[in-house]
């Protein structure tokens, strides 16, 4: 058998093409998987950001160790830094999607940036997780109940499930309640949501919704409204310093309702800036990470923050047992990274659709929070019974968050 | 009428703070017809400094005068280098730049040194659980010293303009910067005196303000300013009395509308009387109308 010329060139262009091809996949094989962010890295708001960063490298160092996913090592491929300003993070998060090698995405740390650059994420289509941000809207754009952006699964405690978790307690114990929460979209969904909360629960209840611009140094006004309409106890929706803020206002107004904040209220800032004052207040946060003994996901994930960091700010005052909060500064981030990379794996290739797919079939993966579980339908994970409700008290002269009833 | 009082009083009290940030103000305003839109990040670098000196283990005192020099240093600076040569360009808006631009600068400085996160405040006079009962209403020991503190400030820098030669001298180089010095007075000296007293003011107002919110972070002091500025045309750009006057009115306001209307139109309040006092009186509750004879 004779080749002629022009089939002895096609054969041995395709040979080469053929092994450059094979080489050119090996090399690939060895690439990294890149995963992308921005968030608030400095700033005000900074522990939000750079814990679930600490959460993310913990992660990709505990999968990196175990022979990376298909092969590949995982790394951070953009991390940007947003300072928890909205605009900030539409620009880097344009800059993070313009890059086409980066495979997953975390969204910003809090609602606000994260709504900012949501509809840009949903439209790229890459499996992306939400660390922090709490309103529903998120990830479910026409409220919770309805269909999920496709490619968007949160890892936070949602604005819904918080607000029915504490309306129900609320409404249970008093009828005249005061509400107050912050000018964001955090503030505002919550509260919306905590007020139909009481009053599916609690159809006398009467409730007084007053809210504050974030960094206000004075809430007399607000709490005056508050005091006004009888109420027997105050929930806050916002962040830990404002919240120094108000209970240092109500001592000067001699104000001992009870008093009640949020998740993103139980934080250290609050601890920092309230002190001794800040004993009594009582807020629902994250249970299983607090929980003593730790179940061994949890063990494995704070011996390794402990090793790396140190009980330090974001731990909490307690070196043995780290504060709740943790659960959504750190541990959201660590245990994102973890169900992405578990959907890759089971996905078999970092190609987006399979990805997502993989992801809607996580069932059962024991992270630090929760048993995630996606489907389709629900793109949420944290539960009511996810939570539990703490207080602050001072012990061995330090103030510390322990499991309380309300 | 509990209620009533309380909110008046924490409004006498926050406007008081306006009041001395609106004498700030007008300081460098007499001698000099600029403003230092700084003024808000030098009151977070002297909270700052205070709550870190003493968190460094600085007897309180001792930390607030430390951190009150540094801002003598810093205002000497932001006059010399930043007001001073714009001045030179006669109509020139550049020192408003250049003053901002220090602000800024400020800002990351504090950032970098100190941490973006809130710094717990110590309570410095009081605390917030030092209160006395008047008419049966908790009235808050913090809030009648900031009270006390600036209105005893005002009467100070009063007897102090009016009474003594600086005072005097600083009143013609208002009037007229070349004649005063044509006769000797000092100018640059005045002038960079206005540029110190001014930053002490915001400085302790800073410090006042950060003990009763509890905490201080790189961006505090931006919005007072504004509310300061607000007390300053209030009260009738360049009035002692009258930023004071301002300051309350606009604390008393904003915590009334607060208070019984709606606490979120409380903020726009300020701005919402700072548009009415410039259509109706533009030289404020105590200027007076300036007239140039061509």
């Known amino acids: 058998m004779t080749l002629k010329r022009r089939e002895l060139l096609s054969f041995t262009g395709a040979a080469a093409a053929g092994g450059t091809l094979g080489f050119a996949r090996r090399a690939r094989a060895a690439d990294p998987i890149k995963v992308g962010f921005t968030t608030a890295l400095t700033g005000p708001f900074n522990e939000f950001g750079e814990g679930y960063k600490r959460g993310i490298e913990i992660a990709i160092e505990k999968i990196n160790k175990a022979g990376g996913v298909l092969g590949r090592p995982i790394e951070i ?14 620009q880097n998060m344009r800059r993070i999607l313009d890059d086409k ?13 994260t709504l900012a650059v949501i509809d840009m994420i ?5 499996p992306t997780m939400n660390p922090q941000a709490q309103t529903p809207t998120v990830i479910y754009p026409n409220g919770p109940g309805g269909k999920p952006r496709p490619n968007v699964y949160t890892f936070s405690i949602q604005n819904d499930i918080e607000a029915n978790f504490m309306a129900t307690l609320l409404a249970k114990k008093f009828t005249r309640i005061g509400l107050l929460n912050e000018s964001t979209g955090y503030g505002k969904t919550g509260s919306e949501l905590i007020k139909a909360g009481i009053a599916a629960a609690n159809k006398d209840a009467v409730v007084t919704n007053e809210s504050y611009n974030q960094k206000d140094q004075d809430m007399t006004a607000q709490l005056v409204r508050v005091q006004r309409a009888r109420s027997e106890a105050l929930m806050v929706v916002g962040l830990g310093a404002d ?8 001592t000067r107004m001699n104000m001992t309702i009870p008093f009640f904040t949020s998740a993103g209220g139980l934080s250290p800032p609050y601890v920092e800036g309230a002190g001794d004052l800040a004993a009594g207040t009582k807020g629902s946060q994250f249970k299983k990470i607090s929980t003593v003994p730790p179940a061994p996901e949890t063990k494995e994930f704070l011996d390794a923050y402990k090793a790396k960091y140190g009980a330090d700010r974001l731990w909490g005052t307690d070196p043995e047992v780290p504060t709740p909060s943790m659960g959504g500064t750190v541990a959201t981030g660590y245990d994102g990274m973890l169900v992405m990379a578990d959907a890759i794996r089971r996905a078999g290739t970092t190609e987006a659709a399979a990805v997502i797919k993989a992801m809607d079939a996580t069932k ?6 929760c048993a995630y579980e996606f489907t389709p339908e629900k793109h949420h994970a944290i539960e009511i019974g996810d939570l539990t409700t703490y207080e602050f008290v001072k012990k061995d002269g330090r103030m510390t968050l322990v499991p309380t009833a309300i | 009428m509990e209620d009533f009082l309380t909110l008046l009083l924490a409004g006498v009290s926050v406007g008081a703070v306006y009041g001395l940030i609106a004498i700030g103000l007008n ?3 007499w001698t000099t017809r600029t403003m230092n839109f700084g003024q808000g990040s030098v009151m977070m670098l002297c909270a700052m400094l205070t709550a870190n000196l003493i968190a460094r283990g600085w007897m309180q005192g001792l930390a607030i005068l430390a951190a009150l020099a540094v801002i003598v240093v810093l ?3 932001t006059e010399m280098y930043t007001v001073r040569p714009a001045l030179k360009i006669e109509g020139s808006m550049g020192w408003a730049v250049s003053t901002l631009g220090v602000g800024i600068i400020l800002q990351g400085c504090a950032a970098l040194w100190f941490g973006s996160q809130a710094v717990a405040f110590p309570d410095v006079i009081f605390s917030a659980v030092d209160n006395v009962v008047i008419f049966g209403v908790h009235v808050s020991l913090q809030y009648i010293a900031v009270v006390v503190l600036a209105l005893a400030l005002v009467v100070v820098f009063e007897l102090l303009v009016r009474g003594t030669v600086w005072g005097r001298a600083m009143r013609a180089v208002a009037m007229d910067q070349d004649f005063a010095a044509v006769i000797g007075i000092p100018v640059r000296a005045i002038v960079l005196g206005s540029y110190i007293a001014s930053g002490l003011l915001a400085g302790i107002s800073g410090i006042l303000v950060a003990q009763i919110g509890g905490t201080v972070d790189p961006a505090f002091g931006f919005e ?16 002692t009395p009258g930023a004071l006057a301002g300051g309350i009115v606009a604390g008393v306001l904003q915590q009334m509308v607060g208070g019984y209307i709606s606490s979120a139109a409380q903020h726009g309040m300020a701005f919402a009387l700072l548009i009415l006092i410039l259509v109706v009186r533009p030289q404020g509750l105590f200027g007076q109308r300036e007239i140039n004879k061509v």
């Not at chain 1, 947003?82 to 993070?89: A, G, K």
């Not at chain 1, 949903?122 to 890459?126: E, L, W, Y």
């Not at chain 1, 919240?243 to 109500?250: E, G, Q, T």
């Open chain 1, 77 to 90: 491929g953009v991390m940007l830094d947003d300072q928890l300003i909205p605009d900030r993070s539409v």
């Open chain 1, 101 to 113: 090698s980066i495979v997953g995405l975390f969204c910003p740390s809090g609602s606000g940036p």
């Open chain 1, 122 to 126: 949903a439209a790229d289509g890459r």
């Open chain 1, 243 to 250: 919240m120094a803020v108000i209970r240092k206002n109500m």
């Open chain 1, 364 to 369: 059962g993966f024991l992270g630090c929070n």
């Open chain 2, 27 to 29: 300081l460098t305003f």
């Open chain 2, 75 to 77: 205002m000497v600076f």
């Open chain 2, 224 to 239: 007072l300013v504004i509310f300061g500025f607000v007390a300053a045309v209030l009260g009738g750009m360049g009035s």
